[in-house]
């Protein structure tokens, strides 16, 4: 009898720690998506209920804040740049990582530790640095208001952050199968592609994950080097206001549409990202 009252206090207790732990949790999730929340609540809105009346559900529902954006090319343009320009920086940086990667995680060169660490120092340095000479070298070379220009500024601080990434990924990777493959016959491009690359498949999604976000949120840059026909959603919605003031409706649909893009990426890569927490530098 008193084991089975033992069990029974235990039970009780392992109990109210599991509720507990669920109301924690499900207040912690209510305060993150409250912003989500309300901002989705004012695109539903017009301008006359944000301002003088406070909602917590639209009494005039409205899709005209969504339909201004789907219509008006100077809105919806901008998120075409943005995907552009993101895109082109995701492949760019990978293309550039994957072999450094693999040459910082298989071999040992002189002053290996000191360039893998300038790389990283160039991630850890403010974009604000690096505007003004971007600005100056893309106004005279031509490439100023083009998605290149937003794309190639990115790879420095995505380039690092993906080689840092990769590279842990790797040294997971033992070096008897590169030497396998090698007496198999198979070329370096073979086997990069064929049998090494599957291997890190977790890494690369990881790595393509950290990239995008970075490229897709970044302002200063994308800002200072684009004005007309590469002017990313980013910095249009910095310059909303008119005649008549902020179009907070259209503002937040702005938002809304913007945070669909990167639901989309972690939806698809949520399982790389998982493994990268376990097994890699996340």
């Not at 033992?6 to 993150?32: D, E, H, P, W």
């Not at 949120?217 to 910095?235: N, Y």
């Not at 409706?249 to 990426?265: D, K, Q, Y």
């Not at 972690?266 to 530098?281: D, E, P, Q, T, W």
């Amino acid at each position: 009898m008193a084991n089975v009252s033992m069990n029974k206090s235990a039970n009780s207790g392992m109990m109210s720690k599991i509720s507990g732990s669920a109301v924690v949790m499900t207040l912690y999730l209510l305060f993150l998506l409250l912003p989500i929340y309300w901002l989705l609540n004012m695109s539903l809105k017009t301008n006359t209920e944000i301002l003088n009346t406070f909602t917590l559900f639209p009494q005039d529902l409205t899709f005209a804040n969504y339909a201004t954006i789907l219509t008006d090319p100077a809105w919806y343009l901008g998120y075409v740049n943005s995907i552009i320009y993101v895109t082109m920086n995701t492949v760019i940086s990978l293309v550039v990582a994957l072999p450094a990667a693999y040459a910082f995680s298989r071999y040992s060169f002189l002053g290996d530790k000191h360039l893998f660490f300038w790389l990283l120092t160039n991630r850890m340095a403010p974009p604000a640095v690096f505007a003004l000479p971007f600005f100056q070298l893309y106004s005279s070379v031509g490439l100023f208001d083009t998605h290149i220009a937003v794309a190639l500024a990115h790879t420095l601080f995505n380039v690092p952050l993906a080689v840092w990434i990769l590279e842990g990924f790797m040294r997971g990777v033992p070096k008897e199968i590169d030497e396998t493959a090698y007496i198999d016959g198979y070329s370096f491009g073979r086997f990069f592609t064929r049998i090494f690359m599957p291997l890190i498949s977790s890494g690369i999604g990881v790595a393509a994950f950290f990239c995008f976000m970075f490229s897709w949120v970044e302002l200063l840059l994308s800002r200072t080097l684009t004005t007309v026909d590469a002017k990313p959603i980013a910095a249009i919605m910095t310059r909303t206001q008119g005649a008549a003031g902020i179009d907070w409706g259209v503002l937040a649909a702005a938002g809304v549409l913007t945070i669909v893009p990167g639901a989309l990426v972690i939806y698809f890569v949520r399982n790389y990202i998982a493994k990268g927490f376990a097994l890699g530098r996340v």
